[in-house]
């Protein structure tokens, strides 16, 4: 599968951004998608993943209540809402795939798209 992600950008603190990550090929229903981010200096992170039909969602606390996952299967698209944006969001964010269970690690998923810058200052 190939994952083009996009909507990263440029706001203020408080603002929001809605990336998306638009996969190829007929079987995106059987994988699971994840967003993961990596700011300057550090590792990357995951920060939301989701099964196939959205029951079984996982979130990094630091973003719960700030950030959704959700899908459209129809569209072979994964998005990541993300409201009330702080600096410390800043990253390239990263979508990935895998086949399986829900992850949360990198190493777990094979597949990923090309990075989305998302800075938020202050």
């Known amino acids: 599968v190939q994952l083009q992600a996009s909507g990263g950008g440029s706001v203020q603190a408080g603002g929001s951004l809605r990336l998306s990550c638009a996969a190829s090929g007929r079987t995106f229903s059987t994988y699971v998608m994840a967003w993961f981010r990596q700011a300057p200096g550090k590792e990357r992170e995951s920060v939301a993943a989701?099964?196939?039909?959205?029951?079984?969602?996982y979130s990094r606390d630091s973003v719960k209540g700030r950030f959704t996952i959700s899908r459209d299967n129809a569209k072979n698209t994964v998005y990541l809402q993300m409201n009330n944006l702080k600096p410390e969001d800043t990253a390239v964010y990263y979508c990935?795939?895998?086949?399986?269970?829900?992850?949360?690690?990198?190493?777990?998923?094979?597949?990923w798209g090309q990075g989305t810058q998302v800075t938020v200052s202050s």
């Open positions: 990935a795939a895998r086949q399986g269970g829900i992850a949360s690690t990198s190493g777990e998923f094979r597949y």
């Open positions: 989701i099964n196939w039909n959205g029951g079984s969602i």
